[in-house]
């Protein structure tokens, strides 16, 4: 299910907060609001990590990460990569990169396989986020916009694009993830989908400014109606995998 | 869609990559200049939404190079044309005008997004300030004058039934709150209780650095159209809802940390309060007559809410942008950023508007 939310009247909650499978890292700062809304939503499933970075609130623009790391940027300071060290699960490898291009929740997106990497990010980092993340890394542009991580999110079960792509892009792109993706918006008409909307496989928080129409365009496409945990739903498929044989 | 070529004449230097158009106009340096009353202002009639881009007034400036705020563009290359256009608000400046108001009542949790969509709702009063051509289409500036009556909850039924007005309760809770002073707040629960159908809350925010010679036209296109709007709207209640007597205006000051202490120990040259915008300092204290009947200060929470534009003795504006800002934040390191809300009684507009002129062409 998608839940509508704000930050500090500020509907870019994509900015303040970044959700994977395996954590959730929310700023610190704002009411406790929007804390609590995201511990109601994934408390009992994964930890919910309240963070600055580089001594920032708008880490979900700072970091990117899926459920096997979390790649920070240079200036993240040393008590926050520890802090968040502790936080994370043992199966998190959090790693700080040097990068000139500190916003790395801006260059890349990505999912548990694929990322979506800015064209201009150094041959060491790419290798780096291969490692870390475990993906396969592709440098794309989206819409003819080359900060890929600000206009497109996608989980593993779908993804969502800046308004403006074209068809053969998008089919392009799809091939690239594997994954259903649409064109649309988020808080009312903003393009800059990532700054909207966090989302991961089973639950996504976006703008309190979305839409109806919207909301449902992302409830389709990451296919949030009937949603559960992954883990639950990957023991799940073990066992029905048995009964075939 | 690839970006398309910068036209020559549009071409902004330092343009930033920023997700909004507050951020990019902090990049861009406005060279001042004189306002030409070009275009005549025609009566309006009821207007259709549809049209109403048809009717936006250009303000051709012309450049008047002895403006001493000259001297801040020393340390970008050129100069950058803009000509301003004047919009009635349509709906799809929904993300702009939330961008400028997102500091209006301070850090509070308000219904933001139906404030501005009853700003967005009125396009018979209310102008928003845009640059010609401009492929993102930023705000710059908005004003608007919003009958505190007309959107209360239970009389909603004439008016749509979507229109809410959930945020005028919050707006009118939270000045009510704020109100340290007994007296005042008599004055103030009678303004947004018995008489609220006489208030009209007057909206007026732009960004840092919007050419002063705006300020007269902008104000005067207001006042014109809430008079025409007493004639011209279609049914009594919304032309009545219209007849102003007071008008509620909020903004932000800056207080000298020494000024109510009667010792006086304000520094020689230092000003006890310091307008953010030139039109507060004429509603707040005119030498030839006290314009608001009510005046009420407040600490300010949000302590980053700084908006760059000192007013000094006698009355000549510096604006400082972006990069002199440290600058700035030495001169106000003994000043504390206060809320000020004032009530300003309508007969006295058109001298306000005359003031404003004054001050500004000057």
């Known amino acids: 299910m998608a839940t509508r939310l704000q930050y500090e009247n500020n509907c870019e909650v994509g900015v303040f907060s970044k959700l994977t499978n395996a954590y959730c890292l929310v700023a610190i700062g704002g009411s406790e609001n929007f804390y609590s809304t995201f511990e109601a939503e994934l408390a009992d499933v994964i930890p919910v990590v309240k963070t600055s970075i580089a001594g920032t609130r708008i880490i979900g623009r700072l970091c990117a990460g899926n459920k096997k790391g979390l790649l920070l940027p240079h200036n993240t300071t040393d008590q926050e990569l520890q802090h968040l060290r502790n936080s994370l699960p043992d199966s998190v490898v959090v790693q700080r990169i040097e990068e ?44 003819g916009n080359i900060i890929v991580g600000s206009y497109c999110t996608f989980s593993n079960i779908g993804g969502l694009v800046h308004p403006h792509t074209s068809i053969e892009d998008l089919d392009e792109l799809s091939t690239l993830l594997q994954v259903p993706l649409v064109a649309g918006t988020v808080n009312r008409g903003s393009d800059v989908i990532a700054a909207g909307l966090t989302v991961n496989d089973w639950t996504a928080f976006c703008g309190s400014d979305t839409t109806a ?32 044989v | 869609m690839p970006r398309k070529p910068k036209k020559h004449n549009h071409s902004m230097r330092h343009r930033l990559v920023t997700f909004s158009p507050f951020g990019r106009s902090k990049a861009m340096a406005t060279r001042s200049r004189m306002a030409t009353r070009g275009v005549e202002k025609h009566e309006r009639q009821n207007k259709d939404l549809a049209t109403s881009s048809l009717n936006g007034f250009k303000y051709n400036m012309k450049d008047k190079i002895q403006q001493s705020d000259s001297s801040d563009d020393e340390e970008f290359e050129g100069d950058v044309q803009a000509d301003f256009v004047f919009f009635d608000p349509k709906l799809s400046d929904f993300h702009g005008v939330k961008v400028l108001l997102q500091t209006y009542l301070d850090n509070l949790q308000w219904d933001l997004s139906g404030f501005v969509d009853l700003i967005l709702g009125q396009p018979t009063v209310g102008t928003v300030v845009k640059i010609e051509n401009d492929e993102d289409d930023g705000v710059y500036s908005v004003v608007s004058a919003l009958s505190l009556e007309r959107y209360k909850a239970s009389s909603c039924f004439l008016f749509c039934v979507f229109m809410d007005s959930k945020c005028v309760l919050e707006l009118k809770d939270f000045l009510l709150k704020v109100c340290q002073d007994t007296d005042v707040l008599g004055k103030l629960k009678s303004l947004v209780g018995e008489h609220a159908q006489h ?72 000003e006890s309060v310091i307008y953010n915008r030139p039109e507060d300092e004429i509603f707040f204290e005119v030498p030839s007559g006290m314009f608001s009947m009510l005046i009420l200060c407040y600490q300010c929470a949000n302590l980053t809410s700084i908006k760059c534009f000192c007013s000094l003795a006698h009355g000549h504006s510096v604006f400082a942008y972006m990069h002199s800002r440290l600058l700035l934040m030495r001169q106000l390191k003994n000043y504390r950023p206060m809320g000020l809300v004032m009530a300003v009684e309508a007969c006295k507009i058109s001298s306000f508007r005359e003031q404003l002129h004054l001050l500004i062409d000057e």
């Open chain 1, 100 to 143: 000139r291009l500190s916003a790395l929740g801006n260059c890349i997106s990505c999912n548990d396989h694929v990322a979506l990497t800015h064209p201009d990010l150094d041959k060491e980092t790419e290798e780096l986020i291969a490692d870390v993340l475990g993906v396969e890394v592709f440098r794309q542009t989206v819409a």
């Open chain 2, 199 to 270: 208030v009209g809350l007057l909206v007026s925010q732009r960004v840092v650095n919007l050419p002063p010679q705006l300020l007269p036209p902008l104000y005067d296109g207001l006042f014109d159209e809430v008079g025409w709007a007493t004639e011209d709207e279609p049914t009594k209640e919304l032309r009545s809802s219209f007849r102003f007597k007071f008008y509620l205006i909020i903004s932000k000051i800056y207080k000298h940390k020494n000024a109510d202490q009667n010792r006086g120990t304000v520094k020689n040259g230092e």
């Open chain 1, 213 to 244: 129409t919207e909301l449902s365009v992302i409830e389709s496409v990451f296919k949030l109606r009937e949603a559960k945990p992954s883990a639950l739903v990957d023991e799940m498929r073990k066992s029905l995998i048995d009964t075939y």
